[in-house]
């Protein structure tokens, strides 16, 4: 879904029970505006590598996990 439209990308979160990971701010906004599903994990790293990004999930993992457990949660901010 690399090059499918926001809106496709949200659809098939919800059809398929998952969260969004993006370092797009359209996610999280369209987050604040709806309640989930689906939830919306917000990278908030500059310019980094793939490398700098699965450092970053990995070490919050738990925040990650509480976060997803949370039926009321819409988004969660990392970096």
Same mark, same amino acid.
């Given at each position: 879904?690399? +090059? /499918?439209?926001?809106? #496709?990308?949200? $659809? +098939?979160?919800?059809? +398929? &029970? %998952? #969260? !969004?990971?993006?370092? &797009?701010? $359209?996610? +999280?906004?369209?987050?604040? %505006?709806?309640?989930?599903?689906?939830?919306? !994990?917000? !990278? *908030? %790293? =500059?310019?980094?590598?793939?490398? &700098? !990004?699965? *450092?970053?999930? *990995?070490?919050?993992? #738990? /925040?990650?996990? %509480?976060?997803?457990? &949370?039926?009321? #949660? /819409?988004?969660? /901010?990392? =970096?």
């Amino acid at each position: 879904m690399a +090059h /499918a439209e926001d809106s #496709a990308v949200w $659809d +098939h979160a919800i059809e +398929h &029970d %998952l #969260a !969004i990971v993006s370092k &797009d701010a $359209d996610f +999280h906004e369209r987050s604040v %505006l709806t309640a989930p599903p689906p939830k919306v !994990i917000w !990278i *908030r %790293l =500059g310019n980094c590598t793939t490398q &700098d !990004i699965e *450092r970053l999930v *990995r070490d919050k993992a #738990a /925040a990650i996990q %509480l976060f997803g457990e &949370d039926p009321e #949660a /819409a988004f969660l /901010a990392l =970096g």
